[in-house]
């Protein structure tokens, strides 16, 4: 059950891998094995933006066994819930059990950019350039960070480099464009945001009917 529902997340039947992972809770819901499994089905139920339910089964798998990932995703879904200290303390944890979980120092700092931590976002950003600096989404990532900190100048730098690595990123094109956005480049903004949404970054659409009609 565990196995199919993995693999019916992964093919985005969300609903399905539901139903049988928690098939997979009625057979056993207490042994340790059954962390993997409460972890999935509170990572299927983050993408359905079902947070409430999601932060309740993750919190049981922390509560029988967790890794960094069981954290990284938690804190990915009190993020969502804007629950930014909760979230911090989580990749906080994730980057205890593994140092070099570059998404948990990434959201870290996003985590913090929504606190006004602007010394820690200066910190998980630092270390995590470290670890992969030809990693394009952690410039996107630091340029979010930026955009909350409203150091605009220095987001639309990071999706400069981001871009450079990977032209085309349509998250790094995205972020740019909110930034210049905020800086009143319509014009560049709009552009930028085509770009992304030509690149299947759907919530451009969004942005579009916003900010360029």
């Known amino acids: 059950m565990l196995k199919r ?29 059954t962390a993997l499994v409460w972890q999935a089905r509170g990572f299927v139920k983050a993408k359905l933006k079902n947070y409430k339910g999601a932060l309740a089964d993750l919190d049981r798998a922390v509560s029988i066994y967790s890794n960094d990932e069981t954290f990284l995703i938690r804190g990915d879904t009190k993020m969502a819930m804007k629950d930014y200290a909760g979230a911090a303390d989580d990749y906080h944890n994730a980057i205890y059990m593994n140092d070099t979980n570059v998404k948990a120092y990434s959201h870290s700092g996003i985590a913090k950019s929504n606190l006004g931590d602007a010394q820690g976002v200066k910190e998980d950003f630092a270390a995590v350039v470290k670890l992969a600096p030809n990693n394009p989404d952690l410039y996107i990532d630091r340029a979010v960070a ?10 639309i730098l990071d999706c400069n480099t981001a ?51």
């Open 5 to 33: 529902g993995l693999a019916k997340a992964d093919a985005e039947d969300n609903n399905g891998a539901i139903a049988d992972l928690s098939n997979a809770l009625k057979i056993d819901s207490l042994s340790d094995s």
């Open 146 to 155: 930026k955009i909350n900190l409203k150091d605009l100048n220095g987001a």
């Open 163 to 213: 871009i450079s690595l990977d032209a085309k990123n349509g998250r790094a094109y995205l972020q740019r464009s909110l930034a210049k956005i905020a800086l009143d480049d319509r014009t560049g903004g709009c552009a930028d945001m085509n770009n992304a949404l030509s690149m299947g970054v759907k919530e451009a659409s969004d942005f579009i009917i916003k900010y360029c009609k």
